[in-house]
Nanobody, 123 residues
Framework: QVQLVESGGGSVQAGGSMRLSCVAS????????MGWFRQAPGKEREWVAY????????IGVDSVKGRFTISRDNAKNTVYLQMNSLKPEDTAIYYC????????????????WGQGTQVTVSS
């Protein structure tokens, strides 16, 4: 069993930076795909980024490429999302997720989800 807890959200002015963390607890050995997702009011949940156990990663939203970076520290059972040059349109609830499968991260059914953390970017 695995539990995910996000932290690091809050309010920031446009152009600022923020680092989100997601800590996995429980039996976390060999967790494969991990990802960050976000959902803004009135919009569908979207894939922000995925990362596999070895650190291979993909950004799924064109608008954040070059600004957001996903990484993980398996020794700490933690995945991060570094967000730079934030824009008001980045405002959303950000969720992390994890799966045992370590391939096809863009289409895997994630086994565990966090509760989300609010990110608000003011103009």
């Amino acid at each position: 069993q695995v539990q995910l807890v996000e932290s690091g959200g809050g309010s920031v002015q446009a152009g600022g930076s923020m680092r989100l963390s997601c800590v996995a607890s429980g039996y976390t050995y060999s967790l494969g795909c991990m990802g960050w997702f976000r959902q803004a009011p009135g919009k569908e949940r979207e894939w922000v980024a995925y990362i596999n156990h070895a650190g291979g990663n993909t950004i799924g939203v064109d608008s954040v490429k070059g600004r957001f970076t996903i990484s993980r520290d398996n020794a700490k059972n933690t995945v991060y999302l570094q967000m730079n040059s934030l824009k008001p349109e980045d405002t959303a609830i950000y969720y992390c997720a994890a799966a045992w499968r370590d391939y096809g991260c863009s289409r895997v059914t994630y086994d565990y989800w966090g509760q989300g953390t609010q990110v608000t970017v003011s103009s």
